[in-house]
């Protein structure tokens, strides 16, 4: 493993805490990761409620912010209660050309049932949909919903472009050092503008250079505090 990966443990009590809602652990651990990058200390909320996916009327980002806008509205209620601030909520999106006549200007699916078209199919499933096309590009989109007080919300986006392979292709390195890699999802099958290889089939510095995820926290984290904070490790881990 790239010692100059490496993150301070996200659990010191003098760390700036942020709140973190999701019901995937994985993603919890992820975001603890890179969160921590920043020097924040992730704690996954304990707030008891569970969230029904917001229904998104039409393409495009204006839309689609709903899918953390929503959640987080609802939970505001509670984080008063407790006053656990700043809370936070993740959504990720995957668009592909194939199944979208108008890609470049209103790219809508799978969009916002990219959780469900990964349940269903995988990524065995999707290539098995893509067999023959050469419509295959695509984008990965995350967003981070911040409410920072009561009030106080904030929305970020962050994008990455890049095509579906034609053969499922991960590393046993990219499968075994998660969350400075991350070898899941569609990443198997995605593969970044640029590039070669999948997001499953990178490095740790590789993936650090184009996660979509770290780029978004990477701007969620200058509006938490009002400042930037520079990326622990060796240089800029999180430079654009």
Not at 23 to 33: H, L
Not at 183 to 211: C, I, K, N, Q, R
Request: with cysteine; aromatic share 12%; proline share 5%.
């Amino acid at each position: 493993m790239n010692k100059g990966m490496e993150c301070p443990n996200a659990h010191d009590e003098d760390r700036p805490t942020v709140y973190f809602h999701s019901g995937s652990t994985r993603k919890a651990i992820q975001y603890q990761y890179l969160f921590g990058c920043y020097g924040y200390a992730l704690h996954r909320s304990r707030l008891a409620v569970a969230l029904t996916e917001p229904q998104v009327e039409g393409p495009g980002a204006s839309s689609e912010i709903a899918l953390v806008e929503e959640p987080l509205k609802y939970l505001a209620r509670f984080a008063e209660r407790t006053q656990r601030y700043p809370l936070v909520v993740e959504d990720t999106m995957l668009f592909v050309e194939h199944f979208n006549l108008e890609y470049d200007s209103r790219p809508f699916l799978p969009g916002p049932d990219t959780k469900r078209w990964w349940d269903a199919l995988g990524d065995k499933g999707l290539l098995e949909m893509l067999r023959g096309s050469q419509r295959r590009r695509a984008l990965y989109v995350c967003q981070l919903g911040v409410l920072r007080a009561k009030g106080d919300y904030r929305f970020f986006r962050a994008e990455l472009s890049g095509r579906v392979a034609h053969e499922i292709r991960s590393t046993r390195h990219a499968e075994t050092n998660f969350p400075r890699t991350n070898a899941t999802y569609f990443h198997s099958v995605f593969v970044p503008d640029g590039y070669e290889s999948t997001l499953a089939e990178m490095d740790a510095a590789s993936f650090s250079s184009v996660d979509y995820r770290r780029r978004c926290v990477e701007r969620a984290v200058t509006s938490i505090d009002g400042i930037a904070r520079p990326a622990t490790g060796q240089g800029r881990l999180f430079a654009s």
